[in-house]
């Protein structure tokens, strides 16, 4: 006899975890008519299989004779002609929903689904089927989540907001973050309320898009003449597209702190990075004609964010990127929270890529992380400035497309006096 045929609890349990995954969205909204009573069998064994592993039988009864958990154990006597008349565990049944989640350990989650579920079906009944399909929000959201919830779908309701933007709507703890950390699961249900066949939050409710923005700074005084004088600038996207000016090249940041450090650079602006907000650059077509360069931590992030951007900028470079600077910091290295698992990240070189995989596989020690803003400041920027400098010297054509010959002549002299 297997003893695999024998269920214990343990094996009930783990069964039944199995079936509360694939099932408590149908079970929230009671559509599985036949779900319930909901019966396992246990097992039983022949007398013969009985005779060959008494040990395995016996520990198997002594289980289910101290079970203590939810649902209704059966029992059955089997007469047999050697071992004589036998009480073992037939089945076990549970009637509902809220047992089961109690045997696996899931009843507080789903009792709060469950009450949420009915409340919110109560006042929109057309939400019945839609409602189990956000489980996880009805199980896991706060109670002042779920007000908010509730208090901006009201709102949509019965409002169709023009030309504001989502700071603006009158509900209590709603503002632009929590609209977008939450769009998905207001995008799901407002739809069906409204009976509208459109996934964009923005688009469904008339809500006024926030412009995307774009902070940098200028490293150049004559350029800083285009804009009377200012150094640190922030602008809409849009408008840094359109920029028409003798930039020769773009510093990608990803610290803001490190950004402010940099020094003059004639022809030359710093980009505020912002980890993965760095993809504004897919906008800026400009940025494609000009040198760009890429300094961001010294992480599995970092090298992820490198590689998003250098597949909307294929000539992006990276700097202060490599094993040297990593191990000359060693003293300042701290711990990445959530590494990127990632096999391959396409966009990198060989180089870029074996620091990426050496860090993700623990290489160097346990999850290391060396923050940009901790790299020694003179070390840095001379490092910059070489890489700057050769490429100044060099006479490559690297300007936007408004650069003059004489602006880049200009340019070159100036570099070669830093």
């Given at each position: 006899?297997?003893?695999?045929?024998?269920?214990?609890?343990?094996?009930?349990?783990?069964?039944?975890?199995?079936?509360?995954?694939?099932?408590?969205?149908?079970?929230?909204?009671?559509?599985?008519?036949?779900?319930?009573?909901?019966?396992?069998?246990?097992?039983?064994?022949?007398?013969?299989?009985?005779?060959?592993?008494?040990?395995?039988?016996?520990?198997?009864?002594?289980?289910?004779?101290?079970?203590?958990?939810?649902?209704?154990?059966?029992?059955?006597?089997?007469?047999?002609?050697?071992?004589?008349?036998?009480?073992?565990?037939?089945?076990?049944?549970?009637?509902?929903?809220?047992?089961?989640?109690?045997?696996?350990?899931?009843?507080?989650?789903?009792?709060?689904?469950?009450?949420?579920?009915?409340?919110?079906?109560?006042?929109?009944?057309?939400?019945?089927?839609?409602?189990?399909?956000?489980?996880?929000?009805?199980?896991?959201?706060?109670?002042?989540?779920?007000?908010?919830?509730?208090?901006?779908?009201?709102?949509?309701?019965?409002?169709?907001?023009?030309?504001?933007?989502?700071?603006?709507?009158?509900?209590?703890?709603?503002?632009?973050?929590?609209?977008?950390?939450?769009?998905?699961?207001?995008?799901?249900?407002?739809?069906?309320?409204?009976?509208?066949d459109e996934d964009n939050l923005y688009k469904l409710t008339g809500l006024?898009?926030?412009?995307?923005?774009?902070?940098?700074?200028?490293?150049?005084?004559?350029?800083?003449?285009?804009?009377?004088?200012?150094?640190?600038?922030?602008?809409?996207?849009?408008?840094?597209?359109?920029?028409?000016?003798?930039?020769?090249?773009?510093?990608?940041?990803?610290?803001?702190?490190?950004?402010?450090?940099?020094?003059?650079?004639?022809?030359?602006?710093?980009?505020?990075?912002?980890?993965?907000?760095?993809?504004?650059?897919?906008?800026?077509?400009?940025?494609?004609?000009?040198?760009?360069?890429?300094?961001?931590?010294?992480?599995?992030?970092?090298?992820?964010?490198?590689?998003?951007?250098?597949?909307?900028?294929?000539?992006?470079?990276?700097?202060?990127?490599?094993?040297?600077?990593?191990?000359?910091?060693?003293?300042?290295?701290?711990?990445?929270?959530?590494?990127?698992?990632?096999?391959?990240?396409?966009?990198?070189?060989?180089?870029?890529?074996?620091?990426?995989?050496?860090?993700?596989?623990?290489?160097?020690?346990?999850?290391?992380?060396?923050?940009?803003?901790?790299?020694?400041?003179?070390?840095?920027?001379?490092?910059?400035?070489?890489?700057?400098?050769?490429?100044?010297?060099?006479?490559?054509?690297?300007?936007?497309?408004?650069?003059?010959?004489?602006?880049?002549?200009?340019?070159?002299?100036?570099?070669?006096?830093?």
């Amino acid at each position: 006899m297997s003893n695999q045929r024998l269920l214990l609890p343990e094996g009930v349990k783990e069964k039944l975890t199995r079936l509360y995954a694939s099932k408590h969205q149908s079970w929230l909204s009671s559509t599985d008519s036949n779900a319930w009573p909901l019966r396992i069998k246990l097992g039983t064994p022949t007398e013969k299989e009985a005779a060959a592993n008494p040990s395995a039988v016996k520990d198997w009864i002594i289980a289910w004779r101290s079970w203590q958990g939810t649902g209704t154990l059966s029992w059955s006597d089997k007469r047999w002609h050697i071992l004589g008349t036998q009480s073992l565990p037939q089945e076990i049944s549970f009637t509902d929903a809220a047992q089961v989640a109690l045997l696996i350990g899931e009843h507080s989650r789903w009792e709060r689904a469950k009450q949420r579920f009915l409340d919110l079906s109560e006042k929109w009944p057309i939400l019945l089927h839609t409602l189990p399909r956000v489980f996880y929000a009805l199980a896991d959201y706060s109670d002042s989540d779920i007000a908010r919830l509730t208090s901006l779908l009201e709102w949509f309701e019965k409002k169709t907001p023009v030309n504001l933007y989502p700071r603006q709507i009158p509900v209590s703890g709603v503002d632009t973050k929590w609209l977008e950390r939450h769009s998905g699961i207001i995008t799901k249900l407002l739809s069906v309320i409204q009976d509208k066949d459109e996934d964009n939050l923005y688009k469904l409710t008339g809500l006024t898009v926030p412009p995307r923005l774009v902070r940098f700074r200028v490293l150049d005084s004559e350029l800083r003449n285009h804009f009377s004088g200012l150094s640190d600038i922030t602008c809409t996207v849009d408008e840094f597209a359109r920029l028409n000016l003798p930039i020769i090249r773009a510093f990608i940041v990803e610290n803001d702190q490190t950004a402010l450090c940099f020094r003059d650079l004639p022809g030359a602006i710093a980009i505020f990075g912002r980890g993965y907000s760095v993809e504004i650059v897919e906008a800026v077509t400009w940025l494609l004609k000009i040198e760009c360069y890429y300094w961001g931590d010294l992480d599995t992030h970092g090298f992820n964010i490198l590689n998003s951007a250098r597949s909307h900028l294929p000539q992006l470079e990276s700097l202060l990127m490599d094993e040297e600077t990593l191990t000359l910091h060693r003293d300042l290295w701290v711990m990445e929270e959530k590494p990127i698992l990632a096999a391959n990240l396409r966009t990198l070189s060989v180089e870029e890529q074996n620091l990426y995989l050496a860090l993700r596989d623990n290489t160097f020690g346990t999850r290391v992380r060396l923050e940009q803003e901790r790299i020694n400041w003179e070390f840095a920027w001379d490092c910059i400035c070489k890489v700057y400098h050769s490429r100044s010297l060099s006479g490559k054509p690297t300007a936007m497309q408004s650069t003059t010959l004489e602006d880049s002549t200009q340019l070159r002299i100036k570099a070669s006096n830093l």
